[in-house]
């Protein structure tokens, strides 16, 4: 089955603590995205990456980190300076190219929660 | 002022009603628009999508793109319990332009 998973579900964290939230997609896509999403608000883009080992910033990237060593992997950590992590987190991946509809495909999502 | 606006209700209708789903963007230069579902707590799923102004049918949803009055809408005909979710639309320019949403409109329909 082609798709995105992330990982975990669900995510607790004591304040002071970094943690890492996974995302890994099969559809061979260039390109991935992290949003966040909390009520009333709509989808937040934090950070997005068009090609492996580059990556730029989103609206709200202060207190959050990525990579891209992989083609199929863009995991974010959510770093202590993060004043108010609690929030539900999106994963997405889309193709590139000067064709691209830039329809996004979203994975299930992680919910973490501070403590 | 935002880019794309929608109105986040919440949206409560009696079951078989149709259901009237609509954004107004500003930016001329989009030319691709979809609507994406969200049921509670999962990933959105995408819905429809629309390239440019016109309609796009698919069951008992359609897609209807007003390009020059800068309105789309999602329609739901003979709606059920089960499209009770939030929908999200989303809007590009293309070419690897980032896609820009909504604030979501959450729907609930009645038995």
Redesign the interface.
């Known amino acids: 089955d082609g798709g995105i998973t992330q990982s975990p579900k669900y995510l607790f964290r004591k304040e002071g603590q970094n943690v890492t939230l996974s995302c890994e997609q099969n559809l061979n896509h260039d390109a991935m995205y992290w949003y966040r999403q909390d009520p009333g608000q709509g989808l937040r883009l934090i950070y997005y990456s068009q090609i492996v080992n580059d990556f730029q910033k989103g609206d709200i990237a202060e207190g959050y980190s990525v990579s891209r060593e992989k083609k199929e992997s863009f995991p974010l950590t959510v770093t202590s300076a993060q004043k108010n992590p609690t929030a539900f987190y999106l994963c997405a991946s889309s193709i590139v190219g000067t064709l691209s509809t830039d329809t996004q495909y979203f994975g299930p999502g992680t919910r973490l929660t501070v403590l | 002022q935002k880019e794309v606006e ?1 109105d ?1 209700g919440p949206l409560s209708v009696p079951e078989g009603a149709i259901v009237s789903l609509n954004c107004t963007y500003s930016n001329s230069a989009f030319q ?1 628009f ?1 609507w ?1 579902r969200q049921y509670s ?6 819905l429809m ?1 629309t ?1 440019s102004s016109g309609n796009k049918e698919d069951g008992r949803f359609t897609a209807q793109v007003d390009k020059s009055s800068k309105y789309i809408s999602l329609f739901i005909r003979d709606s059920q319990p089960s499209d009770s979710a939030t929908y ?1 639309c ?1 809007m ?8 820009v ?4 409109t959450r729907l609930t329909i009645n038995p």
Request: hydrophobic share 25%; charged share 15%; glycine share 22%.
């Open positions: 929608q986040p691709y979809m994406y707590r999962k990933g959105p799923e995408l999508y390239y999200l989303a590009s320019a293309g070419g690897g332009q980032k896609l949403f909504g604030q979501g």
